[in-house]
C-alpha cells in the first residue's frame, strides 16, 4: 500500500534476503565454536536482526538496547542518549552491534565506547546500511549490507516519523510525504 509513496526502490526484498544469509554465513564461520550476542538498537535494526539472527548458525543471545537522538527526524542531530540499556550482562561475551543504518556515526560511536566499558570478550558491528559519504566519526563497521548514497531511505526496519518500518524493501520517499509536515 506504500508504493505510491515511494521515489524509487534502493534494495530490493531478494537482495536483502540474499546479503543477510551471506553475512549471517559470514558470522558463522568467524564464530565457530563460539556464543555469540546480538544486539539490536531499537527500533531500526529490529527487522534486520531477525533475520540475521535466524541466518548465524550458532548458539545466538538477543539483547536491546534503545537511543534516542534529539532533533529533527531526517537528518541526525549528533545528540544521543540512552533511553533502554541491556537487560544482560556481556562481560567476556562475543557481542555484534546490530543496527539499521550507519549516517554520521555518532550513534554507534557512542554506544561502543559504552559497551566497550563493560569488557565483552569482543565487540563488533554489523549495520545493514552505510551511509558512508556521510561520515563525520570514523568508526569500524565489521559487516555492512549495502552502502547507500545520501537519500533518506525507509523499510525494513526503518522509518520516517514511525512509518513505513514494515516494508520488505528499502526505498527512498517522495519528496512531497516529507513537505506535507
Ligand atoms: P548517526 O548517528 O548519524 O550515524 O545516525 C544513525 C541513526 O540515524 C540511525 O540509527 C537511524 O535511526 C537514523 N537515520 C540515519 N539515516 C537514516 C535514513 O536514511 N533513514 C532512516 N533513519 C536514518
Ligand atoms: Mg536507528
Redesign the pocket.
Known amino acids: 500500500m506504500f508504493e505510491q509513496d515511494m521515489e524509487k526502490i534502493l534494495v530490493t526484498t531478494e537482495e536483502i534476503q540474499k546479503r543477510v544469509q551471506e553475512i549471517g554465513a559470514q558470522i558463522t564461520k568467524e564464530y565457530q565454536g563460539k556464543e555469540v550476542t546480538l544486539i539490536c ?1 531499537l527500533n ?2 529490529i527487522t534486520f536482526m531477525a533475520d540475521l539472527g535466524r541466518a548465524i548458525d550458532l548458539i545466538v543471545c538477543y539483547d536491546f538496547m534503545k ?1 534516542s ?1 534529539y532533533g529533527n527526524s ?1 537528518v ?1 542531530s ?1 545528540n ?1 542518549r540512552i533511553a533502554k540499556d541491556l537487560a544482560n550482562e556481556i562481560f567476556s561475551k562475543h557481542v555484534i552491534i546490530v ?10 560511536e557512542r554506544i561502543v565506547n559504552f559497551l566497550q566499558e563493560r569488557n565483552p570478550a569482543s565487540l563488533k558491528v554489523c549495520c545493514l ?1 552505510d ?1 558512508a559519504e ?1 561520515r ?1 566519526i570514523e568508526i569500524p563497521v565489521d559487516y555492512c549490507g549495502f552502502v ?1 548514497p545520501d ?4 523499510g525494513y526496519g ?3 516519523d514511525e512509518k513505513y518500518r514494515n516494508l520488505p524493501y528499502i526505498g527512498v520517499l517522495k519528496e512531497e510525504i516529507y513537505k506535507e509536515n
Open positions: 538498537l531500526g535494526a537511543v537522538s531526517t541526525s549528533g544521543v543496527e539499521d543504518i550507519v549516517d554520521t556515526g555518532t550513534t554507534l546500511l551511509k556521510r563525520k547507500i537519500e533518506f531511505a525507509v526503518l522509518d520516517y
